[in-house]
Structure formats: structure tokens, C-alpha cells
């Protein structure tokens, strides 16, 4: 068991969220117009964008909780789970993790794309706590699952997007992880590969002890998840069961940003 917390891990809660703000600072230099650049010699101004990804989201996922997340492009959704996975601190708040996790599975996060599918497999393996014997052994597995035989020496960066999530997913799923953390894996995978994926998925919630879903698919977290939590412009808005979550972000949805509910946040 492990926690990134010095605390005591709280008995039957697999991950608790406690009062998490997440803020990005990037500097970036201020591109002047083309005739200030001239006269200043092309020197550009630093300019600082603070963006609050994640406001004070607190919220606890007892064991065997499969948990769907959702919300609009640039909801604070990968950030969460990045925040939860470890590779994130805080700005604020705390996060207390009991348990092994998966890596992480957003596209183009976790993986050196100038390195073969194979070397990248066992990178995975080695970051989600598993011995390098155990990854070798396990490698094999996790190429037939993604049914990339054929590529899995070639450098990841001469992979299709689909190819790309396929190797992520079958990597996360084949760790035995006890906190299965899974970023719209399912969204570049074609059809075949979907329903292979939602079938591993549903066999991997009885052994997990708590699993993560962000998809933009109301039908994937309708199926895989027992819980669900709706986030924007990175509050929380919502936990729910599933369907409740869901019909209130759909109707969001229809209603459009000038909804009474934007009133409250
Ligand atoms: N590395 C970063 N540096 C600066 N800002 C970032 C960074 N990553 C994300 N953001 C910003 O944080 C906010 C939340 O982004 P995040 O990727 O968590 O959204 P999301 O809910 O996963 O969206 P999507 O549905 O598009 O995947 C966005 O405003 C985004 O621009
Ligand atoms: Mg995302």
C-alpha cells in the first residue's frame, strides 16, 4: 500500500480529493505587432497566463467504485487524473492515494514517442511498480492485445493516433493495477478495438479496487461506471450515479453557457 500522503490511509476509501486547486503558470513572450517588433528590435515582452484548471474539487472514491468522469474540453478532466496518478502537485489541497496505479492513459502523456511500442511497454511496466523480469514476461500479452505484432519495434512516433491509445490502454489494463485510471483511451481506438476494450474494462472493475474514466462517451460511462462526477471550468458540479450526472450535463448541453446553472459557479 502506498499513499502520497505522510497521513494514515482512510480505512475503505480508495482515493480521497481534498480541497484540490490546480493552477498552470506558462510564460510565454508577448508577440508585438509587427512594426513595435521592428522598432524594439524584436525583443517581445514576458507575459505570465495563470490558468485554474482545477478549483477546489474535493471528493472521496470508496473501494470498488468505478467513477465516470465528464464535462467539456478543458473542464480540468486529464488534469484531475494526472493530480491523482502522482505526476501533478497541487497548487492547493490534498490527494491520498491507497493503492497501485495504472499508468496514465491520455494520449501522448506517459509514453516517449521515439521509442519503440516495446521499449515503452516496459518504461510503463517499470513506472507503474512492476519488476523488469515481470514487464518482459508481461510484454508479449500486451502487444497481442493491442494487435500491434507488426509494429511494436518501430518508433511510436510513426504510430496512427488509434495505434497510439491501443498500445496506452492494453499497457494500463495488463499491470494489475489496483487503481485503474483510464483517459478517453477509447476515443481513437476504431470500433473492433472499442468493444474489445469495454469488454477488458468490465472484467477488470471486479479485480481492481477502483477505477477512472474520462470519456466524452455517455454510453461507456452508462456501462462501465457506478459512480460519476461532472466537472466545469474546473468546479465541481456534480456526484452522482451515473444516469443523474449524466441527464444533468446532456441537458447542460442542449441548454447552452447562458443556462441559470452558470449563475451558481
Ligand atoms: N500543461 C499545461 N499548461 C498550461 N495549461 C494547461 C496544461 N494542461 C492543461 N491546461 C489547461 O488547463 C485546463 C484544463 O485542461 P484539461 O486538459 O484538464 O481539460 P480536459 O477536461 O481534460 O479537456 P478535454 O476534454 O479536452 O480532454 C484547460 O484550460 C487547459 O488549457
Ligand atoms: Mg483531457
Not at 465516470?68 to 492515494?97: H, Y
Request: charged share 20%; with cysteine; hydrophobic share 45%.
Amino acid at each position: 500500500m502506498s499513499s502520497l500522503s505522510a497521513s494514515k490511509p482512510t480505512p475503505g476509501i480508495t482515493v480521497k480529493v481534498d480541497n484540490l486547486s490546480i493552477t498552470y503558470r506558462t510564460t510565454f513572450e508577448r508577440v508585438p505587432t509587427f512594426k513595435k517588433a521592428v522598432v524594439r528590435f524584436g525583443r517581445g515582452q514576458r507575459a505570465v497566463r495563470e490558468v485554474h484548471a482545477l478549483r477546489d474539487v474535493s471528493f472521496e472514491v470508496a473501494d470498488g467504485t468505478a467513477l465516470g468522469i465528464i464535462g467539456n474540453n478543458g473542464a480540468g478532466k486529464s488534469t484531475l487524473m494526472r493530480a491523482i496518478s502522482g505526476i501533478l502537485p497541487p497548487t492547493k489541497g490534498r490527494i491520498e492515494v491507497n493503492g497501485r496505479i495504472s499508468p496514465l492513459l491520455s494520449l501522448g502523456v506517459g509514453f516517449n514517442a521515439n521509442l519503440s511500442g516495446r521499449e515503452n511497454i516496459i518504461l510503463g511496466g517499470l513506472a507503474s511498480g512492476l519488476s523488469r523480469r515481470a514487464v518482459e514476461q508481461r510484454a508479449e500479452e500486451v502487444t497481442a492485445f493491442a494487435d500491434l505484432q507488426e509494429f511494436i519495434d518501430a518508433p511510436m512516433r510513426t504510430y496512427s493516433s488509434g495505434m497510439y491509445s491501443r498500445l496506452a490502454f492494453s499497457v494500463a489494463v495488463h499491470m494489475d493495477p489496483d487503481i485503474l485510471m483510464i483517459d478517453e483511451a477509447l476515443s481513437a481506438g476504431d470500433a473492433t478495438f472499442k468493444s474489445k476494450a469495454a469488454a477488458k474494462m468490465a472484467e477488470l472493475r471486479s479485480s481492481a479496487r477502483a477505477m477512472f474514466l474520462v470519456s466524452h462517451s455517455m454510453a461507456s460511462i452508462q456501462q462501465l461506471c457506478t459512480d460519476a462526477i461532472w466537472l466545469h471550468k474546473g468546479k465541481l458540479i456534480m456526484r452522482g450515479a451515473p444516469d443523474e450526472v449524466i441527464e444533468a450535463y446532456t441537458t447542460f448541453v442542449d441548454v447552452g453557457e447562458s443556462a441559470v446553472i452558470l449563475e451558481d459557479l
